[in-house]
């Protein structure tokens, strides 16, 4: 069985005609777990919205490619249906659309249809572990909910879209020690079952503290300036990002 691969290649990238990424390059192959560190302003969010098509990421030079094909001028849906998947930062609410219809009918998109009493089985167990009340999955997407409600749910749709590569773009933002911990569980074990590749965006070492990533690396002023293993996250916790 073929393994995906995701590769950046010395990408450049404009938000509104300012240079936020300056030359990165970057490995991700499905079964690896990534983390991607750095302070605010660093570029971490524009580069996790390049690898999915926004439309206002403007790559000037570079390419990202994903098992050897470009996949630049593709639009978010059909990478999507190669295997990538991107947790928001800030996830959106939507008035008006069921949680349970858009994760619905985004498994169909991109598996096929499921019978709807497996669906709801895999919805609840998923929703179980991730300690999210109930009512929350009748209910429109993110409306209402709270921040770490939010952050549970995206997780909640990784676990049920089954992506070969997954972005989680600060997983761990907003959220108090507990939901930390039960996001970690969450992410570890979709990690470990799914055979996923894992790109973890974050500003803190702590939820690394119940997670083993392969490869940590350093994000500042749109480049990466370092790269090492899990003991990297521990002197960016002691020392900051002083490089």
């Known amino acids: 069985m073929n393994v995906m ?5 010395d990408l450049h990238v404009e938000v509104e005609d300012k240079e936020v990424i300056k030359g990165i390059s970057l490995n991700i192959n499905e079964g690896e777990f990534h983390v991607l560190m750095g302070p605010n302003g660093s570029g971490k969010t524009t580069l996790s919205r390049t690898i999915m098509g926004h439309t206002k990421m ?26 990538l998947f991107l947790l928001f930062q800030s996830p959106i609410e939507i008035e008006g659309l069921g949680l349970l219809n858009f994760l619905n009918t985004a498994k169909a998109s991109l598996q096929g249809n499921l019978p709807f009493k497996e669906f709801m089985e895999e919805v609840k167990n998923d929703a179980k572990s991730l300690h999210i009340k109930e009512d929350i999955i009748g209910r ?17 749709q990784m676990q049920v879209l089954k992506p070969k590569i997954a972005i989680l773009d600060e997983p761990d933002s907003g959220l108090d020690v507990d939901a930390v911990r039960v996001v970690a569980e969450n992410v570890n074990d979709y990690q470990q079952r799914a055979k996923a590749g894992l790109l973890l965006i974050t500003h803190y070492s702590r ?18 300036v370092k790269e090492g ?15």
């Open 5 to 9: 691969k995701l590769e950046i290649k």
């Open 58 to 83: 403007k790559v000037t030079k570079g390419d990202i490619l994903v098992d050897g094909e470009s996949i630049l001028k593709m639009p978010t849906d059909k990478r999507a249906k190669l295997g």
């Open 140 to 156: 429109s997407l993110n409306y209402g909910f709270s921040g770490g409600e939010k952050k549970k749910v995206e997780v909640l």
């Open 207 to 224: 939820i690394l503290n119940y997670m083993k990533p392969n490869f940590v690396h350093v994000m500042v002023d749109g480049k990466i």
């Open 229 to 243: 293993g899990r003991d990297l996250a521990d002197q960016i916790e002691k020392e900051g990002y002083k490089f």
